[in-house]
């Protein structure tokens, strides 16, 4: 079996039409691995089906609720919007890859300094994205970092605290990067 592998329905207009699974290289935490599906399919459900990241959920499934972020290339993005085929040789990290950093630990402390304990569809969107401010390597403004958690949308906690644990987070990042520099 090559690239395309089966075929898989697919309705263009008024007309359906068949069209192959393709079989996508890419490294998904740090592994190679492989995928096969409809080449449209959302990376999300491919995620969640084929390899079993539950941490990736995809609630609203365009791109408004952030509960399906990823990394993609070292960029957070939501994956219910990325159709399976934009994956081949990209690297996706995922909050099952991400939890084993120590832009994660430095997360995971920050909350639980705060007492902080996020409900298990938040916290893998939120702690991902708070690590998203940890890899710019600078420290955002405030505007910028309201602005990133927002993409995520969480009831189970107030805005205010997870913006606190945030601002600890790259706290304790920033003091780790003048105590190395020293």
């Known amino acids: 079996m090559g690239?395309?592998?089966q075929q898989a329905p697919v309705r263009d207009g008024r007309h359906a039409r068949r069209i192959r699974n393709m079989t996508v290289n890419f490294i998904l935490n740090g592994e190679d691995v492989s995928l096969s599906a409809d080449p449209m399919d959302r990376l999300s459900d491919v995620l969640r089906e084929q390899f079993g990241l539950r941490s990736v959920a995809s609630?609203?499934?365009v791109?408004?609720?952030?509960?399906?972020?990823?990394?993609?290339d070292g960029k957070l993005v939501n994956s219910c919007l990325v159709p399976a085929f934009r994956v081949r040789?990209?690297?996706?990290?995922?909050y099952e890859g991400f939890s084993s950093t120590e832009?994660?630990?430095?997360?995971h402390e920050a909350f639980?300094?705060?007492?902080?304990?996020?409900?298990?569809?938040c916290e893998p969107a939120v702690h991902?994205?708070?690590g998203s401010l940890l890899e710019t390597g600078h420290r955002p403004e405030s505007d910028h970092i309201a602005e990133v958690l927002s993409s995520v949308y969480c009831t189970c906690t107030d805005p205010i605290s997870i913006l606190e644990a945030a601002n600890d987070a790259l706290d304790a990042k920033e003091g780790k990067k003048h105590a190395r520099s020293r």
């Open 59 to 61: 609630d609203c499934r």
């Open 128 to 130: 991902m994205t708070v």
């Open 63 to 72: 791109g408004q609720c952030g509960k399906c972020l990823v990394f993609m």
């Open 103 to 107: 832009d994660h630990a430095a997360v």
């Open 3 to 5: 690239p395309l592998d």
């Open 89 to 94: 040789g990209v690297e996706i990290v995922t």
């Open 112 to 121: 639980e300094r705060r007492g902080l304990d996020l409900c298990a569809f």
